[in-house]
């Protein structure tokens, strides 16, 4: 299986964006799948992950992002709202399969004015 990526792209303060993520074969909605991101000099971060419709996110961005999956399409996406600088970074998407982690190519967020 193999993830792709897309959305990111520069925003102002305050703006929205949405990332996708699909799956290239069937994941099932019981494999865990999420969204991680790396700033600049910083380590990267689990930023949420949905399973069999149970979902975390990391406390920075509770409230303003959501993270939804469709089953039919092996779709991931993050619905980032209200976003500020320090959400800017490379976000990438995961997929835990047989326990061992799969990754998406990593797709740029730039909240920049």
């Known amino acids: 299986v193999q993830l792709q990526a897309s959305g990111g792209g520069l925003v102002q303060p305050g703006g929205s964006l949405r990332l996708s993520c699909a799956a290239s074969g069937t994941i099932s909605s019981r494999n865990v799948m999420g969204w991680h991101r790396q700033a600049p000099g910083k380590q990267r971060e689990l930023v949420a992950r949905i399973t069999s419709g149970s979902t975390t996110y990391v406390d920075s961005v509770k409230g303003r992002f959501t993270i939804s999956r469709d089953n039919a399409q092996n779709t991931v996406y993050l619905a980032m709202n209200s976003l500020i600088p320090e959400d800017t970074g490379v976000y990438y998407c995961?997929?835990?399969?047989?326990?061992?982690?799969?990754w998406g190519q990593g797709t740029l967020v730039t909240v920049s004015s």
């Open positions: 995961y997929a835990l399969i047989a326990g061992y982690p799969t």
